[in-house]
């Protein structure tokens, strides 16, 4: 199984690009992963709110093929514990997909087509985290979920 991450736009800060490519590096061990940013829409100040979402969610579907699993980060997705996610990606893999991707929508969430193509939603939190956190707090879930799997003395309860 591959997984990826699709998010929209570049992470700006050099901090958090560092981190990032260090959790990408270490899931590399347990399965193969790619971390897909697309690029941000441009000249979204004449567009609505709705139309933004539009745009990107269209972006975001041409990335997403037929059999691939989607899984939206949204914050209304169920929330679930370090190991509760450890079990959903051992359940995944286990079904035998190819692919399961995991998406950050923009500033405004998702449009309602990229909604209707989900097979799932997850929240990784009831907080709110900047776009550019976020991918370093999934990533580094997914390097989590692999260890307890394993059993590996990362992750501690």
Do not use: C, W
């Not at 100040?45 to 975001?60: D, F, I, T, Y």
């Not at 514990?81 to 991707?101: C, H, P, R, V």
């Not at 939603?121 to 879930?141: D, N, P």
């Amino acid at each position: 199984m591959t997984i990826t991450l699709i998010t929209i736009g570049k992470t700006d800060s050099t901090a958090l690009q560092q981190l990032i490519a260090t959790y990408e590096q270490r899931l590399q061990h347990y399965i193969k992963f790619e971390f897909l940013e697309l690029p941000d829409i441009k000249k979204t100040k004449n567009l609505s709110e709705e139309q933004q979402k539009q745009k990107e969610g269209e972006r975001l579907l041409k990335e997403i093929n037929k059999g691939d699993i989607l899984v939206l980060l949204d914050e209304r997705g169920k929330q679930l514990t370090s190991k509760e996610f450890a079990d959903y990606l051992q359940k995944k893999m286990n079904s035998g997909i190819k692919k399961l991707t995991f998406v950050i929508g923009g500033p405004y969430g998702f449009s309602e087509s990229v909604f209707q193509r989900a097979q799932g939603k997850i929240s990784l939190s009831k907080m709110t985290f900047s776009h550019q956190m976020v991918r370093l707090f999934a990533i580094e879930q997914l390097y989590r979920g692999f260890t307890i799997l394993r059993n590996e003395p990362y992750h501690h309860e």
